[in-house]
């Protein structure tokens, strides 16, 4: 199979399982990477996430052939150009909706992937290269430790009933160093020197399964949470950015050497940057909370009705108490005081010039 096609093919594959991930998220109880047994037991009992992870698989398999028939320069911007049909299938089949500065991100993505392709030149054909062991620890350790950590540390997105909903950026981030981190052991994969089951020797399958676990399961909680357009996005820039990056360093893939092209690869890594860095934390407050999802009759959604999500609901209005009703006026009694404009009291008061009893002692 061509390269080229095997790239695209991966990458459909890929995206289309993403989107299998989300229907599977939606139908799963809440897991948090904090409770990482309870999180690894809901995922891998879910036969829609199974499903999803079928086809990912498959993509993994013609990723592999890709890689050993292409350079990184020109399989990275096929393989970030899958961010398109997913943010289609995100909109029609999940509903997501964009703020106008997400959709200025998602132009900003779209120029990068642009940028990339234009940055490839004359890549060079395509050698085994030995990783040293301290090569390997330095870019898959902190990749596959951090985010773990984070995610076992915090929950990026806080509880309480005035907390604002996250857009996703963390999670994006989160599960994108894993996922690049697998692809990165992918391209070693393929271009190792090991045939068949041979390559069960080299760290490469051992590191490609659990940085895809990790990033696939962080994935699922953002997708819980979170809009399946800016967590996927966020996460494609993130992971390809990092393979494109660290596959240099990794296996010695040189850049492009004249100044035109090697100025567009790094604008496009610049754009993708500021992409992420301009997305918005939080959703906007004139939104609200988020709504949970409403349960689908199992009749009509043959992947099982979702769990609802607990949100933070509005308050309900409360009532205006009633007023109490005023009391009838009443006649006030009179005193010895009445009459007597100054307030003075009995003592001291002359009336027609007559002392009183209490004056002529």
């Known amino acids: 199979m061509n390269g080229i096609v095997a790239a695209f093919a991966a990458t459909g594959l890929y995206y289309v399982g993403f989107a299998i ?18 999180m690894v037991w809901v995922i891998l009992t879910n036969w829609i996430f199974l499903a999803g992870l079928a086809l990912v698989l498959g993509g993994l398999g013609l990723q592999i052939l890709a890689l050993t028939k292409l350079s990184l320069g020109i399989a990275v911007p096929i ?40 940055s490839v030149g004359r890549p060079p054909p395509i050698e085994a290269v030995d990783v040293p062991t301290w090569k390997m620890a330095v870019v898959v350790v902190p990749a596959i430790v951090v985010p773990l950590l ?8 806080p509880d309480g009933r005035h907390a604002r909903p996250v857009t996703g950026i963390a999670y994006g981030l989160s599960s994108g160093f894993p996922v690049g981190t697998a692809e990165l052991a992918i391209k070693g994969w393929s271009d190792s020197s090991s045939q068949g089951l041979g390559v069960l020797s080299t760290p490469y399958p051992y ?21 399946v357009s800016i967590v996927a996005a966020v996460m494609t820039v993130a992971a390809k950015s990092y393979l494109l990056v660290m596959g240099a360093f990794m296996y010695a893939e040189p850049w492009p ?3 035109s092209h090697f100025a567009m690869r790094m604008g496009a890594l610049a754009l993708a940057a500021l992409a992420v860095a301009q997305f918005p934390r939080h959703r906007p407050l ?18 099982g009705s979702r769990i609802p999500r ?8 409360a009532e205006p108490p009633l007023a109490a009703p005023h009391p009838p006026p009443q006649t006030p009694t009179p005193t ?22 209490n004056d002529q002692r």
Request: proline share 12%.
């Open 21 to 38: 991930f989300k229907l599977a998220a939606d139908r799963m109880e809440p897991v948090r990477a904090n409770r990482l047994p309870h």
């Open 79 to 118: 393989f970030m150009s899958g961010v398109l049909p997913l943010l289609v299938i995100a909109m029609i089949f999940f509903g997501d909706r964009l703020t106008p500065r997400e959709w200025l991100s998602l132009a900003l993505i779209g120029t990068a992937v642009g940028l990339l392709t234009l």
């Open 150 to 157: 984070i995610n076992m540390f915090g929950d990026h997105r």
């Open 207 to 227: 590191v490609t399964v659990a940085a895809a676990a990790l990033g696939f399961g962080i994935m699922v909680a953002g997708f819980q949470r979170c809009r």
């Open 257 to 259: 050497s004249d100044t």
């Open 286 to 303: 004139g939104e609200g909370p988020v709504p949970a999802p409403e349960a689908v009759p199992p009749v009509q959604d043959v992947f």
């Open 310 to 317: 607990p949100r933070a609901p509005l308050a309900p209005l």
């Open 336 to 357: 010895p005081y009445r009459g007597d404009p100054l307030g003075r009291g009995p003592y001291g008061h002359y009336d027609s010039g007559n002392p009183t009893e």
